[in-house]
């Protein structure tokens, strides 16, 4: 089993709809959680950045964690054909000696 | 900005060449690592280095190694490539107060034939 899951799509929805990406993970040590956005032909870009547990909000995205249940998600509301990309969740303990695990990405589709 | 380069966006090899995947980033960072990109996979780490001259093996070294003589430059050299090493290589780097907050390169797809 991976230590991050993360469906990897692709996810068709169409423009203006409100868009709910996840992640599920097993190692309980987890305290930061990103995501991050790769556009076609492009490295990732972080877009979300959350400690711990609760939720984040910048602009029209929403990022959640809970780690009671250990999930976590990403919210795009209004969702535009700009925000077609593939979106990675990556998460990482306290004492991770600058590693970062990964999910496996999934492809958001956003149509006209 | 932030602007990490990679000296190449395509490139085909063939098996047992040897290749140089070079990365520079002019944003002082510290940090700086190499990945491999496979579809379903997610991203890999191969090797990262924290500072000039040191280097730490990430969860896929085999095959690879590192240079790191200039702080703004990080080399990945695959000494003998194989089929199995066609991928997307993808270079970060992250400042030392966060290293949850990388920065990364366009990548370079690499085949080898």
């Known amino acids: 089993q991976k230590e991050v899951e993360q469906d990897p799509g692709p996810l068709s929805v169409p423009e203006g709809a409100i868009v709910s990406l996840n992640c599920t993970y097993s190692n309980s040590a987890f305290q930061y959680f990103m995501w991050y956005r790769q556009y076609s032909r492009k490295g990732p870009e972080l877009l979300m950045y959350?400690?711990s547990s609760g939720n984040k909000e910048d602009g029209r995205f929403t990022a959640q964690v809970d780690k009671s249940s250990k999930y976590i998600s990403l919210f795009i509301r209004d969702s535009q054909p700009s925000d077609s990309a593939t979106y990675l969740c990556?998460?990482?303990?306290?004492?991770?000696?600058?590693?970062?695990?990964w999910g496996a990405g999934t492809k958001l589709i956003i149509k006209p | 900005d932030v602007k990490v380069t990679q000296s190449s966006r395509y490139l085909v090899k063939r098996t047992g060449e040897k290749v140089f995947l070079e990365c520079v980033q002019d944003?002082?960072?510290?940090?700086m690592f190499w990945y491999r990109q496979d579809p379903g996979l997610g991203l890999r780490l191969i090797y990262f280095?924290?500072?000039?001259?040191?280097?730490e093996k990430g969860d896929i070294p085999e095959g690879y190694s590192v240079s790191r003589e200039k702080k703004e430059r990080f080399s990945l050299i695959l000494e003998s490539a194989s089929t199995n090493q066609t991928s997307m290589y993808l270079c970060?780097?992250?400042?030392?107060?966060?290293?949850?907050?990388?920065?990364f390169g366009p990548g370079t797809r690499l085949t080898v034939l």
């Open positions: 944003m002082d960072h510290e940090n």
């Open positions: 990556a998460m990482s303990a306290l004492d991770s000696n600058y590693q970062l695990i």
């Open positions: 970060a780097s992250s400042p030392p107060s966060d290293d949850n907050e990388q920065f």
């Open positions: 959350t400690y």
């Open positions: 280095s924290y500072d000039v001259k040191m280097k």
